[in-house]
């Protein structure tokens, strides 16, 4: 799962990327939460803060690498609309710490979908961060469920292969039904069929996995931030 070290290590790389200056280590900003979280005066006891001991999930210490997404939105000042800015990601297993500074520059920078993330687009993004398991071979269209798993599929329409994925915190987030899921990932992949014929194509395979989002916004990035800089002072 997912950590909120993971969600501060992304964005000190985007942001130091953008300033021409050297992130601090994932392993680094890890050893800092124990003593952040006693120093916010309880605030790392709310359960609506990011910055809670559970969202260091102990598990992740013993992940050394995995699949993983990084995703960049876009927050509108005063609402909880969110904008995708930009997300990409493996399903080849990464190191953690290589993995997520490499994808978050590519999420970031490269997604050809979107024009590079700038430096004065930091204080309205949010990061979002999901490593990736159990993934299993489908054995239909429909073997998988809504909210626990993302899809990956594959395809091929008059002789030509497609394939496109979702997380699994998409179709919820869309509110769609498993055959609008289905049908959006094809129109992502590039199909122009029928709507109606979605079932016709060929060699159609699925994996579907499982993967919890942890998301963060920038301004609770500024604040650890600001923290780490002091101690370094002190």
């Known amino acids: 799962m997912a950590a909120v070290e993971h969600c501060l290590f992304c964005f000190d ?4 990327n953008l300033e021409g200056r050297e992130p601090i280590s994932l392993d680094n900003i890890k050893k800092t939460l124990p003593s952040y979280f006693k120093d916010q005066n309880g605030d790392a006891s709310n359960p609506t803060s990011a910055f809670t001991p559970s969202s260091t999930s102990s598990s992740s210490a013993s992940i050394i690498e995995s699949p993983l997404f990084v995703t960049w939105n876009t927050v509108s000042p005063g609402s909880s609309h969110r904008s995708l800015r930009g997300c990409i990601g493996t399903f080849e297993s990464q190191e953690l710490s290589s993995g997520l500074e490499s994808y978050t520059l590519i999420s970031a920078l490269q997604d050809t979908r979107f024009s590079p993330i700038s430096k004065s687009e930091l204080p309205s993004l949010e990061v979002s961060v999901t490593l990736l398991t ?35 915190d998409v179709p919820v987030e869309q509110g769609w039904t498993k055959e609008e899921t289905l049908v959006s990932l ?28 942890l998301s963060l916004d920038y301004e609770e990035y500024r604040k650890w931030k600001k923290w780490a800089a002091k101690q370094e002072e002190a």
């Open 186 to 213: 094809m129109r992502k992949a590039g199909w122009n069929g029928r709507k109606d014929k979605w079932m016709e194509v060929d060699k159609f395979t699925g994996t579907r996995f499982q993967g919890k989002a």
């Open 134 to 168: 159990d993934f299993e071979d489908t054995e239909d269209q429909m073997d998988w469920d809504l909210g626990t798993h993302g899809l990956k599929i594959t395809f091929y329409f008059k002789g030509r292969r497609y394939n496109s994925c979702y997380l699994p």
């Open 13 to 16: 790389v985007l942001s130091t």
